[in-house]
Protein backbone atom coordinates (compact mmCIF):
# COMPACT_ATOMS: atom_id res chain seq x y z
CA UNK A 1 0.00 0.00 0.00
CA UNK A 2 1.75 3.27 -0.67
CA UNK A 3 0.32 6.84 0.41
CA UNK A 4 1.83 10.28 -0.80
CA UNK A 5 2.36 13.68 0.21
CA UNK A 6 3.81 15.48 3.22
CA UNK A 7 1.57 15.52 5.65
CA UNK A 8 0.22 11.96 5.46
CA UNK A 9 3.26 10.46 5.56
CA UNK A 10 4.34 12.18 8.44
CA UNK A 11 0.92 10.87 10.47
CA UNK A 12 1.87 7.29 9.15
CA UNK A 13 4.99 7.43 10.27
CA UNK A 14 4.06 9.07 13.86
CA UNK A 15 1.37 6.23 13.60
CA UNK A 16 4.11 3.55 12.92
CA UNK A 17 3.32 1.88 10.00
CA UNK A 18 5.89 3.02 7.34
CA UNK A 19 8.42 0.43 6.22
CA UNK A 20 10.06 2.75 3.54
CA UNK A 21 10.19 5.60 1.94
CA UNK A 22 11.35 7.00 -1.52
CA UNK A 23 12.16 10.85 -2.02
CA UNK A 24 12.45 12.97 -4.84
CA UNK A 25 16.30 13.33 -5.70
CA UNK A 26 15.62 16.77 -5.44
CA UNK A 27 14.29 16.81 -2.06
CA UNK A 28 13.52 20.60 -0.49
CA UNK A 29 13.27 21.41 2.79
CA UNK A 30 10.11 20.48 3.26
CA UNK A 31 10.81 16.72 3.09
CA UNK A 32 13.39 17.21 5.95
CA UNK A 33 11.11 16.89 8.43
CA UNK A 34 9.93 12.96 6.71
CA UNK A 35 13.56 11.86 6.32
CA UNK A 36 14.16 13.14 10.32
CA UNK A 37 11.67 10.67 11.64
CA UNK A 38 12.08 8.27 9.18
CA UNK A 39 15.70 7.56 10.38
CA UNK A 40 14.76 8.24 14.11
CA UNK A 41 12.45 5.15 13.44
CA UNK A 42 14.88 3.27 11.19
CA UNK A 43 12.97 3.18 7.74
CA UNK A 44 14.54 3.03 4.69
CA UNK A 45 14.73 6.37 2.85
CA UNK A 46 15.83 6.01 -0.71
CA UNK A 47 16.03 8.69 -3.17
CA UNK A 48 14.67 8.36 -6.20
CA UNK A 49 13.86 10.17 -9.94
CA UNK A 50 10.67 12.04 -10.36
CA UNK A 51 9.49 9.45 -12.72
CA UNK A 52 9.80 6.60 -10.14
CA UNK A 53 7.62 8.98 -7.94
CA UNK A 54 5.36 10.14 -10.21
CA UNK A 55 4.30 6.11 -11.07
CA UNK A 56 4.50 5.26 -7.33
CA UNK A 57 1.75 7.77 -6.82
CA UNK A 58 -0.08 6.86 -10.04
CA UNK A 59 0.66 10.50 -11.86
CA UNK A 60 -0.80 12.43 -8.43
CA UNK A 61 1.03 15.19 -6.70
CA UNK A 62 3.01 13.63 -4.45
CA UNK A 63 4.83 16.34 -2.90
CA UNK A 64 8.45 15.00 -3.55
CA UNK A 65 7.38 11.50 -1.05
CA UNK A 66 5.82 8.40 -1.37
CA UNK A 67 6.02 5.33 1.42
CA UNK A 68 4.89 2.18 1.53
CA UNK A 69 2.63 0.80 4.47
CA UNK A 70 2.84 -2.17 6.37
CA UNK A 71 -0.98 -3.70 5.88
CA UNK A 72 -3.66 -2.34 8.03
CA UNK A 73 -4.66 -5.13 10.85
CA UNK A 74 -8.35 -6.44 9.45
CA UNK A 75 -8.88 -8.57 12.27
CA UNK A 76 -11.40 -5.48 13.65
CA UNK A 77 -14.81 -6.08 14.50
CA UNK A 78 -17.85 -4.36 14.97
CA UNK A 79 -17.73 -5.89 18.71
CA UNK A 80 -13.78 -4.29 18.95
CA UNK A 81 -15.09 -1.00 17.70
CA UNK A 82 -18.14 -1.13 20.50
CA UNK A 83 -15.61 -2.38 22.94
CA UNK A 84 -13.11 -0.30 23.02
CA UNK A 85 -15.28 3.06 22.96
CA UNK A 86 -14.07 5.56 25.05
CA UNK A 87 -17.93 6.16 26.77
CA UNK A 88 -20.97 5.85 24.62
CA UNK A 89 -20.08 4.38 21.28
CA UNK A 90 -19.79 6.94 18.79
CA UNK A 91 -19.13 4.62 15.12
CA UNK A 92 -20.16 5.71 11.08
CA UNK A 93 -21.11 3.19 9.03
CA UNK A 94 -20.15 3.86 5.27
CA UNK A 95 -22.66 1.93 2.98
CA UNK A 96 -21.59 1.89 -0.54
CA UNK A 97 -18.85 4.85 0.11
CA UNK A 98 -16.62 3.91 -3.13
CA UNK A 99 -15.31 7.63 -4.03
CA UNK A 100 -11.62 7.98 -2.00
CA UNK A 101 -12.10 11.56 -1.52
CA UNK A 102 -15.40 11.33 0.18
CA UNK A 103 -13.80 7.97 2.08
CA UNK A 104 -10.80 10.22 2.62
CA UNK A 105 -13.18 13.19 4.08
CA UNK A 106 -15.27 10.47 6.20
CA UNK A 107 -12.21 9.19 8.18
CA UNK A 108 -10.73 13.07 8.41
CA UNK A 109 -13.71 14.25 10.01
CA UNK A 110 -13.76 11.02 12.51
CA UNK A 111 -10.71 11.04 13.65
CA UNK A 112 -11.36 14.88 14.40
CA UNK A 113 -14.25 14.57 15.97
CA UNK A 114 -12.57 11.53 18.56
CA UNK A 115 -15.57 8.81 17.16
CA UNK A 116 -14.61 5.41 18.03
CA UNK A 117 -14.24 3.68 14.57
CA UNK A 118 -15.69 2.83 11.32
CA UNK A 119 -17.54 0.24 9.93
CA UNK A 120 -17.49 -0.53 6.05
CA UNK A 121 -17.84 -2.77 3.83
CA UNK A 122 -14.76 -4.98 2.22
CA UNK A 123 -16.22 -4.85 -0.94
CA UNK A 124 -17.41 -2.19 -3.05
CA UNK A 125 -15.69 0.50 -0.92
CA UNK A 126 -12.89 3.16 -1.46
CA UNK A 127 -9.23 2.16 -1.03
CA UNK A 128 -7.77 3.65 1.35
CA UNK A 129 -4.76 4.83 -0.07
CA UNK A 130 -3.81 7.15 -2.80
CA UNK A 131 -6.41 10.05 -3.15
CA UNK A 132 -7.87 8.90 -0.05
CA UNK A 133 -5.10 8.88 2.21
CA UNK A 134 -4.24 12.47 0.84
CA UNK A 135 -7.82 13.57 1.10
CA UNK A 136 -7.80 12.52 4.83
CA UNK A 137 -4.76 14.35 6.38
CA UNK A 138 -2.94 11.72 7.21
CA UNK A 139 -6.19 10.49 9.43
CA UNK A 140 -6.10 6.70 8.03
CA UNK A 141 -3.02 5.81 9.62
CA UNK A 142 -4.97 6.09 12.78
CA UNK A 143 -8.66 5.12 12.08
CA UNK A 144 -9.58 1.78 13.87
CA UNK A 145 -11.61 0.60 10.73
CA UNK A 146 -14.11 -2.87 10.84
CA UNK A 147 -14.62 -3.91 7.31
CA UNK A 148 -17.65 -6.31 7.13
CA UNK A 149 -19.09 -8.71 4.53
CA UNK A 150 -22.38 -7.49 4.57
CA UNK A 151 -23.56 -3.75 6.09
CA UNK A 152 -26.89 -4.89 6.85
CA UNK A 153 -25.74 -7.43 9.05
CA UNK A 154 -23.37 -5.16 10.87
CA UNK A 155 -26.11 -3.09 11.36
CA UNK A 156 -27.48 -6.10 13.39
CA UNK A 157 -24.94 -6.66 15.47
CA UNK A 158 -24.34 -2.86 16.80
CA UNK A 159 -28.19 -3.22 17.74
CA UNK A 160 -27.57 -6.79 19.62
CA UNK A 161 -24.35 -4.78 21.55
CA UNK A 162 -26.81 -2.16 22.30
CA UNK A 163 -25.78 0.64 19.94
CA UNK A 164 -28.46 2.94 18.23
CA UNK A 165 -28.19 3.00 14.08
CA UNK A 166 -29.13 6.21 12.78
CA UNK A 167 -29.53 6.52 9.16
CA UNK A 168 -28.76 10.00 7.27
CA UNK A 169 -31.82 10.03 4.69
CA UNK A 170 -32.64 13.50 3.10
CA UNK A 171 -36.33 12.11 3.06
CA UNK A 172 -36.73 11.75 6.64
CA UNK A 173 -39.19 13.77 8.56
CA UNK A 174 -37.16 13.98 11.97
CA UNK A 175 -34.33 16.39 11.72
CA UNK A 176 -31.42 14.99 13.25
CA UNK A 177 -31.44 17.61 16.04
CA UNK A 178 -34.07 15.86 17.54
CA UNK A 179 -32.50 12.78 18.00
CA UNK A 180 -30.66 11.93 21.72
CA UNK A 181 -27.09 11.36 20.41
CA UNK A 182 -25.77 10.88 24.13
CA UNK A 183 -26.55 7.21 23.45
CA UNK A 184 -24.69 4.71 21.97
CA UNK A 185 -24.77 6.06 18.13
CA UNK A 186 -23.53 4.24 14.85
CA UNK A 187 -24.35 6.66 12.33
CA UNK A 188 -25.07 5.02 8.86
CA UNK A 189 -24.07 7.10 5.55
CA UNK A 190 -24.97 6.01 2.02
CA UNK A 191 -23.43 6.75 -1.30
CA UNK A 192 -23.01 10.14 -3.26
CA UNK A 193 -26.38 10.02 -4.89
CA UNK A 194 -27.43 6.69 -4.39
CA UNK A 195 -27.88 7.04 -0.18
CA UNK A 196 -28.85 4.38 1.86
CA UNK A 197 -29.78 0.97 0.18
CA UNK A 198 -33.48 -0.70 0.85
CA UNK A 199 -31.91 -3.07 2.95
CA UNK A 200 -29.82 -1.32 5.16
CA UNK A 201 -32.17 1.27 5.47
CA UNK A 202 -34.78 -0.68 6.67
CA UNK A 203 -32.58 -2.11 9.49
CA UNK A 204 -31.59 1.38 10.61
CA UNK A 205 -33.58 1.70 13.92
CA UNK A 206 -33.87 5.83 13.09
CA UNK A 207 -33.55 7.81 9.44
CA UNK A 208 -32.85 10.98 10.28
CA UNK A 209 -32.56 14.28 7.70
CA UNK A 210 -30.34 17.96 7.65
CA UNK A 211 -33.16 20.38 7.36
CA UNK A 212 -32.02 22.55 3.75
CA UNK A 213 -32.35 25.99 3.76
CA UNK A 214 -31.12 26.86 0.10
CA UNK A 215 -31.76 26.17 -3.12
CA UNK A 216 -29.50 22.66 -3.41
CA UNK A 217 -31.42 20.04 -1.63
CA UNK A 218 -28.72 17.77 -0.48
CA UNK A 219 -25.09 18.05 0.80
CA UNK A 220 -21.35 15.92 0.06
CA UNK A 221 -21.84 12.33 2.23
CA UNK A 222 -18.87 14.09 4.23
CA UNK A 223 -19.88 17.10 4.90
CA UNK A 224 -23.64 15.83 6.53
CA UNK A 225 -21.08 12.89 8.04
CA UNK A 226 -19.44 15.70 9.74
CA UNK A 227 -22.33 17.72 10.62
CA UNK A 228 -24.10 14.69 12.56
CA UNK A 229 -20.49 13.49 14.25
CA UNK A 230 -20.07 17.49 15.65
CA UNK A 231 -23.94 17.32 17.03
CA UNK A 232 -23.43 14.52 18.63
CA UNK A 233 -20.25 15.87 20.10
CA UNK A 234 -22.53 19.04 21.18
CA UNK A 235 -24.96 16.92 22.90
CA UNK A 236 -22.22 14.87 24.82
CA UNK A 237 -21.11 17.89 26.43
CA UNK A 238 -24.31 19.89 27.33
CA UNK A 239 -26.99 17.21 27.36
CA UNK A 240 -29.45 15.49 24.81
CA UNK A 241 -32.55 17.69 22.90
Not at 65 to 84: E, P, S, Y
Amino acid sequence: MFIYGIHPVLEALRAGRVTAIQISARADDRVAEVVRVAESQGVAVRRVGAAELDRAAGGARHQGVVATLRDRDRGLTVDDLVRGAHGAPLIVVLDGIEDPHNAGAIVRTVDAAGADGIVRQSRHAARLEGAAARTSAGAVAHARIAEVVNIARALEELKAAGVWTIGLAGNASKPYTELDLTLPTAIVVGAEGVGLRRLVRERCDWLASIPMAGHVQSLNVSVATGIALFEALRQRRRGPP
